[in-house]
T-cell receptor, first 113, second 116 residues
Framework: AQSVSQHNHHVILSEAASLELGCNYS??????LFWYVQYPGQHLQLLLK??????LVKGIKGFEAEFIKSKFSFNLRKPSVQWSDTAEYFC???????????FGKGTKLSVKP | SAVISQKPSRDICQRGTSLTIQCQVD?????MFWYRQQPGQSLTLIAT?????????ESGFVIDKFPISRPNLTFSTLTVSNMSPEDSSIYLC?????????????FGPGTRLTVT
């Protein structure tokens, strides 16, 4: 069965710092990968997704992620975080038995103003 | 895209009682999913709600505990039966609107359930 690992449980940064959140998946075949974000009090929203092609994927709000097949990784990056990026971030892979997404445990990001 | 609403947004329930959570989508969708998010854990699929047939449950989840209805293509309910404190979680409804190779899954705001 596929699985997703997010290594950082809670990341605390100051505004303007660079961000990289780690995500590793277990499946070795073709993968569809996603990053979702959940702002405080709001529902899960899609940040970006990778299906094929350019392994560097750009999403909303200045986020990007790089798919590195050899490392089974799909890390999320942002060059300069803002206080409004405070949220919980979930990495996910498509491929559950029912066509569902399989999620990591999430990384809580706190950005200090 | 899809706009999903859930009711209730939160509830505090007593042990042994049941709660039914409603999920309404603003467009017709084929696939609707119910997930559970326990404190400090990832989202875990409970079941897929199938229109016109019984839900398909993931391992570890059973119909007697989590009965699901899907009367049409825009609505589904999840009931958490005979609740215990271990059922305290956020329950999320999700839909797949892609209808094709580009997978698009959207989530409702969730129902935060506390069982005392």
């Amino acid at each position: 069965a596929q699985s997703v690992s997010q290594h950082n449980h809670h990341v605390i940064l100051s505004e303007a710092a660079s961000l990289e959140l780690g995500c590793n998946y277990s499946y070795g075949g073709t993968v569809n990968l996603f990053w979702y974000v959940q702002y405080p009090g709001q529902h899960l929203q899609l940040l970006l997704k990778y299906f094929s092609g350019d392994p560097l994927v750009k999403g909303i709000k200045g986020f990007e992620a790089e798919f590195i097949k050899s490392k089974f990784s799909f890390n999320l990056r942002k060059p300069s975080v803002q206080w409004s990026d405070t949220a919980e971030y979930f990495c996910a892979v498509f491929g559950g038995s029912q066509g569902n997404l399989i999620f990591g445990k999430g990384t809580k990001l706190s950005v200090k103003p | 895209s899809a706009v999903i609403s859930q009711k209730p947004s939160r509830d505090i329930c007593q042990r042994g009682t049941s709660l039914t959570i409603q999920c309404q989508v603003d467009s017709q969708v084929t696939m609707m999913f119910w997930y559970r998010q326990q404190p400090g854990q990832s989202l875990t699929l409970i079941a897929t709600a199938n229109q016109g047939s019984e839900a398909t449950y993931e391992s570890g989840f059973v119909i007697d505990k989590f009965p699901i209805s899907r009367p049409n293509l825009t609505f589904s309910t999840l009931t958490v039966s005979n609740m215990s404190p271990e059922d305290s979680s956020i329950y999320l409804c999700s839909v797949d609107t892609s209808g094709g190779p580009l997978y698009e899954q959207y989530f409702g705001p969730g129902t935060r359930l506390t069982v005392t």
